[in-house]
């Protein structure tokens, strides 16, 4: 209570009266300017730190080019864009088939019937009527 009793009288440390609701601050006059002049300058940090990180950048891919340039590599982006290209174009004159492709016949009934005519033809008598039913 002491404590209490010499903040009241003035004795204690001075914000100690505010605390109690005392005086209350003054505004500053040149609180506004003072404002303005900190977002200025948070502002003009973010700028200097994305210019930094931007030349970073820059850096990097100038050293990733290097070593795509020293291994024959492609870019990712380019890479992907030639394979997308690749499986759009048709494959005239290729002696492979598309990958997504379905073989002829594939799926066809009538052929697998023909297929099994052809095997049937070739088994011992007693196979073929056991297959046939």
Do not use: H, W
């Not at 003009?44 to 070593?67: F, L, T, V």
């Not at 020293?70 to 990958?99: D, V």
């Amino acid at each position: 209570m002491n404590f209490v009793m010499k903040a009241a009288l003035g004795g204690g440390p001075p914000d100690v009266g505010k605390m109690l609701g005392g005086e209350e601050k003054e505004e500053d006059p040149d609180a506004a300017k003072k404002e303005e002049e900190r977002q200025e300058a948070l502002r003009q940090q973010e700028e200097e730190r994305k210019a930094k990180y931007a030349k970073m950048e820059a850096e990097r891919e100038s050293m990733r080019q290097g070593i795509r340039d020293k291994y024959g590599l492609k870019k990712r982006e380019e890479a992907e864009a030639e394979a997308a290209a690749a499986a759009e174009e048709p494959a005239a004159g290729s002696l492979t088939r598309p990958k997504k492709a379905v073989p002829t016949g594939c799926g066809d009934e009538e052929e697998e019937e023909s297929i099994m005519d052809t095997v049937m033809k070739y088994l011992p008598g007693p196979l073929q009527d056991m297959l046939k039913k």
